[in-house]
């Protein structure tokens, strides 16, 4: 069993934390980082941090941080499709797990707790964060509905608490495409992943023509997703080297009906959803909606 103290730090000065009446505290800086039903708010300013994203719900792209992700995950027009990724990252978290037993798993940007749910059979120690309280107070909920035990902590992506070489395993989903200074973070995950470990990236494929071209036909869409950087599979690998990972892996995964108003229409159903993925899989291959890249921290 992993301890807090085997992992954690604080985000400001990167000394010990302890817990201390209910609040995490800098045995160094003195800070406090309150415990908010059972989530630790590990980031530099809680207040701050917490009132930033109460605006965030109220503006344009509120929706990407209050909208119930369970319930499109589960429900949505894309279910078919995200059964498929699920498919793709379960295979890879059991070749992993058979090559090395993942021992700490961290699921960073773990929303609503969809994925933690069921990435939780592949780990010892079940760790997520996200940046949105909302989401993470939803998330302990799920997860203790359903007996599963994992720790959760607000954090901020550039201002991590935890200690160098921490993780096995760090699934980073449709997280680093809202991300301002992707470089940097890449840098920071590299850091956190243990040596031997592996990150599991997924983003969309939006630098490809095909996407391209949506946005461009509704540019109403691209304003709502809180989106800032469209990949293709080979600048999301060139900046994912130098962050210091060696890229083992890209798929490239989902084809649809490049205009928004239309695909989730056809994709809904999961024999259309099947049929784009066998064509595009073989003739449109660049096109596809999602990547998912094999990042290794190499010893
Ligand atoms: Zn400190």
Avoid at 212 to 229: L, Q
Wanted: charged residues 25%.
């Amino acid at each position: 069993m992993t301890k807090d103290k085997d992992i954690l730090h604080c985000p400001i000065c990167n000394k010990s934390i302890r817990i201390i009446s209910n609040n995490y505290k800098c045995t160094n800086c003195n800070s406090n980082f309150p415990i908010e039903d059972g989530i630790g708010i590990l980031v530099p300013s809680p207040t701050e941090h917490i009132s930033m994203i109460d605006k965030k719900i109220e503006g344009i792209t509120g929706d990407w941080y209050s909208a119930d992700q369970v319930r499109s995950y589960e429900k949505g027009p894309y279910y078919n499709h995200l059964q498929k990724r699920k498919k793709f990252v379960t295979k890879i978290l059991e070749e992993i797990n058979k090559k090395n037993k993942i021992n700490n798993l961290l699921d960073l940007g773990c929303g609503d707790g969809s994925n933690l749910k069921w990435i939780s059979k592949f780990s010892q120690n079940l760790y997520g964060t996200d940046y949105n309280l909302l989401r993470l107070k939803r998330a302990k909920k799920i997860l203790n509905e359903i007996k599963i035990s994992s720790k959760l902590f607000l954090t901020d992506i550039f201002s991590m608490p935890f200690i160098e070489n921490s993780f096995d395993l760090i699934f980073f989903n449709h997280v680093i495409e809202h991300l301002e200074d992707d470089k940097l973070a890449l840098k920071k995950i590299f850091k956190i992943t243990k040596k031997g470990g592996y990150v599991i990236l997924g983003t969309p494929n939006e630098g490809a023509l095909a996407w391209k071209f949506a946005y461009y036909i509704e540019s109403n869409v691209k304003r709502k997703t809180d989106h800032v950087n469209f990949y293709t599979a080979n600048s999301i690998k060139k900046i994912s080297e130098e962050a210091g990972f060696t890229v083992e892996h890209i798929e490239y995964m989902g084809w649809g009906i490049p205009i928004w108003k239309i695909d989730p229409l056809f994709r809904k159903y999961k024999i259309f959803d099947d049929l784009f993925e066998s064509i595009g899989k073989k003739i449109f291959r660049n096109q596809a909606t999602s990547l998912y890249l094999i990042l290794k921290k190499n010893n």
